[in-house]
């Protein structure tokens, strides 16, 4: 059965696309909508006749309900980080950019580059994600309050104005809190993977909540591809002669996963038995602090991982048995 691969350029009210097969190409621009979507799978059906490879850039919610359309239809569906196809164009060498043009690039990288599968989440998943990324725009505006008061030289109705949102910002925030557990309890399964991740030490319920959210399907990825999705893998500079003397952090990947991570690395650092040894290993070869938070940051989110995985909680000696039921 041949292969057809549709790129998908996403914006806000409309999405362009292209589809290639062999040397054949079409172009269309459909809006971003359920009626968009029926049109989408009219011009589809007048044109594909086998199997449909399709790739969208992971713009957050802008194209979350065509993915999920396209896969209950039965296609293949890759969402690919954003920087993956901005360097895949850079290579061919693009000198112009618009949506038509970009939903080619799209399809030409379908076809040319290796994807994973994405899997939408079930309903319970999706509106945990929409309540955990409420707390987050909650405590980002609290945040931007905080430091306009900080910055002083206010005049007092603005202070005023100011300390009233902060107190409506601070009740909202307890109220999502709330909410956010409250939904968990309602799911069997997110509760029992919820209990899973509090079982590591350093990761508490908001934490585990955070990470229920936003990490991808554990059954679909490796912990390297995991700690790859939330940017937390060294980048290597080395040219010639000249190495950089500290590898950076490549940041290509999930701001809410290392946001979320940050602060139960300060806390798995001290109670953590294998993010505390992982740490001294490290300070002791002369690693600088960041360094080692992020370290740690990626060690917790494998532990994770693994948690979720295996459906078995937190043990710090489980090397060490499993080793010896190797041995036996």
């Known amino acids: 059965m ?8 996403i914006a806000k009210d409309k999405f362009d696309i292209c589809l290639l097969h062999d040397v054949q ?3 269309g621009i459909f809006t971003n909508n359920e009626n968009g979507f029926r049109k989408l799978d009219e011009w589809l059906d007048n044109r594909v006749d086998g199997k449909l490879q399709t790739c969208m850039e992971a713009t957050g919610r802008y194209g979350e309900k065509l993915a999920a359309h396209l896969h209950q239809a039965g296609h293949r569906v890759a969402v690919v980080n954003p920087s993956r196809i901005k360097h895949y164009a850079q290579s061919q060498l693009r000198r112009n950019k618009t949506d038509k043009i970009d939903a080619a690039i799209i399809a030409d990288f379908c076809r040319s580059q290796k994807t994973h599968e994405w899997h939408p989440p079930n309903e319970a998943e999706m509106i ?3 309540l955990v990324r409420r707390y987050d725009n909650l405590v980002t505006d609290q945040t931007r309050e905080k430091n306009r008061l900080k910055a002083g030289d206010l005049a007092e109705v603005v202070q005023a104005s100011i300390e ?16 956010i557990q409250d939904h968990i309890d309602q799911y069997p399964d997110l509760k ?14 908001k934490t585990a909540a955070i990470l229920l959210a936003e990490m991808p399907d554990t059954q679909q990825m490796s912990a390297k591809q995991i700690a790859a999705f939330a940017g937390l893998t060294p980048e290597q500079l ?3 002669n000249y190495r950089r003397r500290q590898d950076t952090l490549s940041k290509l990947g999930s701001v809410s996963l290392r946001t979320a991570l940050f602060m139960p690395a300060l806390s798995a650092m001290r109670f ?3 993010t505390q040894a992982l740490a001294e290993r490290l300070e002791k070869k002369g690693k600088l602090p960041m360094t080692i938070i992020v370290a740690v940051m990626r060690k917790l989110l494998v532990l994770a991982f693994g948690v979720l995985k295996s459906g078995q909680p937190f043990d710090p000696d489980f090397v060490t048995k ?3 039921e190797l041995d036996f």
């Open 192 to 205: 029992s993977k919820q209990e899973l991740l509090e079982s590591i030490p350093g990761i508490g319920k």
């Open 2 to 9: 041949t292969t057809f691969y549709l790129g998908i350029d």
């Open 164 to 179: 009233a949102h902060l107190t409506f910002l601070n009740e909202q925030i307890k109220i999502v809190l709330v909410q």
């Open 322 to 324: 499993r080793k010896l």
């Open 128 to 130: 945990l994600r929409q």
């Open 25 to 27: 190409k079409w172009s």
């Open 272 to 274: 953590n038995p294998i």
């Open 238 to 240: 080395s040219s010639g």
